[in-house]
């Protein structure tokens, strides 16, 4: 899959941020300190069982090339599962407006109107009594409110 020019400056730019001493490569202690610049605490265990599983040389270090491959199979991995969401939001938005609202959710999940109305209330982040893709996304991945 072939990114656009604008993301893989990003993933350049992000890269390069992480290679503190520019020498190409990544190692364990940058990745730490990476990400511990965004908030996210790992062990030392787990980066380094992380770094295994993108290190396809074998040399201990994360190089761009290794990198970039991780970025774009986990920007692959994300449009999948939101074409596979859109599909499934699509079946249900019976009239097409971009919203599911209580009367498809019962008609396209053959549920109770008392389960949709707990579907839709679980997804309604905003409280328009409706549900947009984006409510219904974040439902799709586990995370809602």
């Known amino acids: 899959m072939e990114l656009p020019k604008e993301a893989r400056d990003a993933i350049k730019k992000t890269y390069r941020a992480m290679d503190e001493n520019g020498d190409?490569?990544?190692?364990?202690?940058?990745?730490?300190?990476?990400?511990?610049?965004?908030?996210?605490?790992?062990?030392?265990?787990?980066i380094k069982q992380m770094m295994g599983e993108l290190d396809d040389n074998g040399d201990g270090y994360i190089n761009y090339p290794e990198f970039e491959r991780m970025i774009t199979e986990f920007i692959h991995e994300d449009t999948e599962e939101v074409n596979a969401a859109r599909k499934i939001f699509q079946s249900m938005d019976v009239d097409g407006d971009g919203k599911v609202t209580i009367p498809e959710i019962v008609s396209s999940l053959n549920v109770s109107k008392a389960e949709a109305k707990e579907l839709l209330e679980e997804a309604d982040t905003n409280k328009d009594g409706k549900m947009s893709f984006e409510e219904f996304l974040n439902v799709y991945r586990g995370h809602t409110g």
């Open 24 to 46: 190409g490569r990544v190692s364990v202690a940058e990745v730490r300190r990476a990400s511990k610049r965004i908030g996210i605490e790992f062990s030392m265990d787990q």
